[in-house]
């Protein structure tokens, strides 16, 4: 389900239902990924992983892969022309490691060579000579401490605190306080297309290198730093990637800088192109977390305090654990209205793949847990949990948990109202309370229950959620981007963004904005690669920036052709130049002289301006305005606008097997304004599967010796389609007004509450007090009483 446009706005590119402009090839196989490309004389490159968690590195013999046949180069640390460092944010990480090994699947060494078989037969020759040293591989081991620091700087690779009032005196005000801990696991991207990417050199000294990824001038950095190249000497063309999910925020810039320092020594292109099984080895994950919170409320259930402690593990390396641990301490509190509020995020080291960006960025552990306390918290005042969340959501006027005064574009409560009345509609007023038999309703969404009814037991459980738009405080010197528009001759227009399509359907929205701001027919619009030659550094493609960052970056592009059409155009049409619309592929007068025509396209306003020597391309930019937030404090303006939702989960449970059925999940969500309501269907359908997996059926299993043990289809429970759910989609629309035409963040916001979500309704269906996942069947069976036979 979406909302039509309101009366008063015009029909328009912006608003319609496109079709995704990047489909059609994608559907026909004509799309052309990294794998597909060819160059002339290309090598193939191939890592050596290391097979230890933890280790000092006493030897790395490579001469005799250096003499395998069809060798070009083997590259180890000490072969790196430039900086040997590669940390996005904390400089904590080693391109190639010199004198320790962190993790199983951390990256040794490189060999180029003539073919994949022979790169791959020339890294096993490579003998690597260890001292073995504990390890950490979960919380448990953090205590006691190792005797030998997986980092000098000690266990602790970040901390964030949020702090507002004095949770000492809310607690003393309170007549229910409960006390929780939850637990949340780590979760593989598992994209379709594996981490790959070519490095070409150039002729004048310079590189060009395609990939697979999400943050283009992430990798021009990271290029540039290992090879001791300024940054006007190295491109970076994004070829299209087959997903991300955060997975290709900076791990390809660790790929891009070794195939680039190797391009440079041999004078040919290389390809580094990961298996599967490498990949899942090698790459980042969701960060796992331990939470406890400890929420109060008064005699009226409005809520008095909270404290939130959080605790992640990073991995061997910190990448991004300072925003993901940023945005869940920010969002720790939930979408509510607590005058007294502490939390505290800390991701401790450990010898594990290093934990990165995930859809989400850490806000999905943060719901669960916030949203797991606020429904306890009901139980205990009894109070029904659409009841306990409508006396305490964020409204107009109201303070975010960090102390920032929220004036406009606050969609909570009219999320919950709209997705709790149609989930009650469907299945009955008593649907989010104790669980029972499946009713008509569910028996119509899944056939299978009609064949013995009597052996499931249904529920219904909701989460809300708060998402801060874009980087927030923490990275606001990035938060800004550009774009290219051009309008051409014949009255086309091309456009050129910095940041990236990764299956997200940001092609699709940037041609809708495009089209909107010029006044034209999306058909008429052209999108360009993502080329770092383009535009200016745009920052990296998280966070859901797309929509918000890009869109205004070319509102701003169109404003300043627009400004030079329109003079043009009123001499043309007789009226003043601020009286000029662009629409509908014409610039129209509403009011002309007499005798003056009324409109004229914009193909021949294009021709004649270019016959005046107009320029008629533009750059665009914007940013995120500044906003005013105590790091140390823990206090301000965290980011600038914030989305919500509300989803509302039914699920049945075998009560003979203890298996999980997600039925429906009807997800209500505060998307500013729906540029393509199709699109926010589509990104709240795949968020709510993706959520679904990461609760109910992925888990990564760390074998002994740290590697993966479920490092493949038929051991990580992926979901496919016959289990996705029925997913109705309700779209709120509270403009913002810094958004592009009110527009804000929704990609990472489809998944956040549904992990929490399908959590309370399994408790409701089961009685379980369910607080980790993903959930086993073993964790519901003492809760179910077996149907009679």
Not at 119 to 130: G, S, T
Not at 360 to 387: M, N, W
Not at 615 to 621: F, H, M, Q, R, T
Request: aromatic fraction near 6%.
């Amino acid at each position: 389900m979406s909302s039509s446009p309101p009366a008063d706005r015009p029909p328009g590119p912006v608003g319609s239902r496109l079709a995704r402009v990047d489909a059609a090839g994608k559907l026909t196989g004509r799309t052309r990924y990294l794998a597909d490309l060819r160059f002339p004389g290309l090598l193939h490159a191939k890592m050596v992983l290391s097979e230890h968690a933890h280790a000092r590195l006493l030897g790395l013999d490579v001469e005799a892969a250096r003499r395998a046949p069809g060798v070009r180069a083997v590259l180890t640390a000490a072969e790196v022309p430039g900086e040997n460092r590669v940390g996005v944010i904390l400089d904590d990480q080693p391109l190639l490691p010199t004198n320790r090994l962190r993790y199983r699947g951390e990256c040794l060494a490189v060999v180029a060579a003539e073919s994949e078989a022979a790169a791959a037969a020339a890294a096993r020759l490579v003998h690597v000579e260890v001292e073995p040293l504990p390890t950490v591989l979960g919380f448990d081991d953090l205590e006691p401490a190792p005797e030998v620091p997986i980092h000098e700087s000690g266990p602790i690779a970040v901390h964030h605190r949020v702090a507002k009032g004095n949770t000492a005196s809310g607690f003393a005000e309170a007549v229910a306080i409960v006390e929780c801990e939850f637990a949340t696991g780590a979760q593989e991207h598992y994209y379709l297309e594996p981490l790959a990417c070519v490095a070409v050199p150039e002729e004048r000294g310079g590189l060009t290198v395609y990939g697979s990824l999400q943050c283009p001038f992430y990798v021009q950095k990271a290029v540039a730093r290992a090879c001791g190249l300024p940054l006007a000497k190295v491109r970076v063309i994004q070829t299209p990637t087959g997903g991300a999910f955060g997975g290709k925020e900076d791990v390809p810039s660790e790929l891009c800088a070794r195939a680039a320092v190797l391009a440079r020594r041999t004078g040919s292109p290389v390809r580094l192109l990961l298996e599967r099984r490498e990949d899942i080895l090698y790459s980042s994950k969701r960060h796992p977390y331990r939470i406890r919170v400890r929420l109060g409320a008064d005699a009226e259930g409005r809520f008095t305090a909270i404290e939130v402690f959080q605790d992640a593990l990073a991995g061997a390396y910190a990448t991004l654990s300072p925003p993901v641990l940023y945005r869940s301490a920010m969002q720790g509190a939930g979408p509510y209205r607590i005058p007294n509020v502490r939390v505290e995020a800390r991701a401790w080291y450990s010898n594990t793949a290093p934990s990165g960006a995930f859809r989400g960025f850490g806000s999905p552990q943060a719901c669960v847990a916030h949203e797991g306390a606020v429904d306890r918290l009901a139980a205990e005042l009894g109070l029904d949990p659409v009841e306990i969340r409508r006396r305490n959501l964020l409204a107009p006027g109201d303070e975010t948990a960090t102390g920032h005064r929220l004036d406009a574009s606050v969609g909570a409560l009219e999320t919950l109202e709209q997705a709790a009345q149609a989930f009650r509609i469907e299945f009955g007023e008593e649907a989010l309370g104790p669980g029972g038999p499946p009713n008509a309703a569910d028996l119509a969404l899944a056939p299978e229950l009609r064949e013995d009814p009597a052996r499931w037991r249904v529920g219904g459980g909701l989460a809300t959620m708060i998402y801060g738009n874009c980087l927030g405080h923490a990275g606001w010197h990035m938060d800004g981007a550009g774009a290219y528009l051009q309008l051409h001759a014949d009255g086309s227009a091309s456009v050129a963004v910095g940041l990236t399509e990764i299956g997200q359907g940001a092609e699709t929205v940037i041609t809708q904005f495009a089209a909107e701001a010029l006044g034209l027919d999306p058909a008429a619009v052209t999108l360009v690669p993502v080329d770092t030659a383009l535009v200016p550094d745009s920052g990296p493609t998280v966070a859901s920036r797309n929509v918000v960052m890009s869109g205004r970056a070319i509102l701003d592009a169109a404003r300043q052709i627009k400004e030079r059409l329109a003079p043009l155009a009123a001499e043309l049409l007789g009226c003043a130049p601020e009286a000029v619309l662009f629409a509908g592929g014409e610039a129209r007068a509403p009011v002309c002289d007499q005798g003056m025509q009324t409109h004229i396209s914009l193909a021949e306003l294009a021709q004649k301006a270019f016959r005046r020597n107009l320029n008629l391309a533009a750059e665009g930019w914007w940013h995120v305005p500044p906003l005013a937030f105590d790091p140390q404090a823990g206090h301000g303006e965290a980011y600038f606008a914030y989305s919500f939702a509300t989803q509302v989960a039914r699920v049945a449970v075998d009560r003979l097997s203890g298996h999980a059925r997600v039925l429906k999940v009807i997800a209500a969500h505060d998307v500013g304004r729906a540029v393509n309501p199709a699109g926010v269907e589509g990104q709240v359908e795949g968020g709510v599967a993706q959520g679904m997996g990461w609760a109910l059926g992925e888990r990564l299993v760390l074998a002994p010796d740290g590697g993966i043990a479920s490092a493949n289809l038929s051991t990580y429970g992926v979901p496919c389609a016959l289990e996705a759910p029925a997913v109705e989609t309700l779209i709120v629309e509270a403009p913002h007004p810094e958004g592009p035409l009110g527009a804000k963040s929704l990609g990472e916001p489809a998944i956040i509450p549904t992990a929490a979500a399908l959590l309370a309704a399994l408790r409701a269906a089961t009685g379980a007090p369910v607080t980790r996942l993903p959930v086993d069947p073993a964790d519901l069976l003492p809760f179910l009483e077996a149907p009679h036979a």
